[in-house]
């Protein structure tokens, strides 16, 4: 049986991203792994299902020079299913009011979904969502 392991995001900020995503879906970070001769660091950010998040850092990734608000080929978005539409609205409303922008809803969706999208500190795109 395969299932996704992770997911892997460069970041600017190791730290910042590793709190956002412990605080708003619950991940609990690992050890941060240093490796000093490449000047890289990480965490693995595990959820509830078991699934995680690789956050890494080093001083040589340039900035990404997609634009947050556009859609483009490849990776989009994360999405966190919160179990219920008041969930969704709940955490949404809780990162809005803590200054996270919302891109997207709360809204119904064609396929049955209840969801949002926010940014994360970033500026990817993480989409909150409860299936009905």
């Known amino acids: 049986m395969t299932r996704i392991h992770h997911v892997a995001?460069?970041?600017?900020?190791?730290?910042?991203?590793?709190?956002?995503?412990e605080i708003y879906f619950?991940?609990?970070?690992?050890?941060?792994?240093v490796?000093?001769?490449?000047?890289?660091?990480?965490?693995?950010?595990?959820?509830y299902s078991g699934t995680a998040i690789e956050i890494m850092q080093r001083?040589?990734?340039?900035?990404?020079?997609n634009s947050i608000d556009a859609q483009?080929?490849?990776y989009?978005?994360?999405?966190?299913?919160?179990?219920?539409?008041?969930e969704v609205d709940r955490l949404t409303e809780r990162?809005?009011?803590d200054g996270y922008r919302l891109v997207d809803g709360p809204r119904r969706t064609g396929d049955g979904y209840y969801e949002s999208v926010v940014l994360d500190p970033d500026g990817n795109r993480v989409e909150i969502n409860a299936a009905e």
């Open 59 to 65: 001083p040589d990734i340039p900035q990404s020079r």
């Open 76 to 86: 989009i978005h994360l999405s966190f299913a919160v179990g219920s539409p008041g």
């Open 35 to 47: 490796n000093a001769a490449k000047k890289y660091e990480s965490y693995f950010v595990e959820f």
């Open 26 to 33: 619950g991940g609990r970070a690992g050890a941060k792994y």
């Open 72 to 74: 483009f080929i490849g």
């Open 9 to 21: 995001l460069w970041t600017l900020d190791l730290e910042r991203l590793k709190v956002f995503y």
């Open 95 to 97: 990162l809005t009011g």
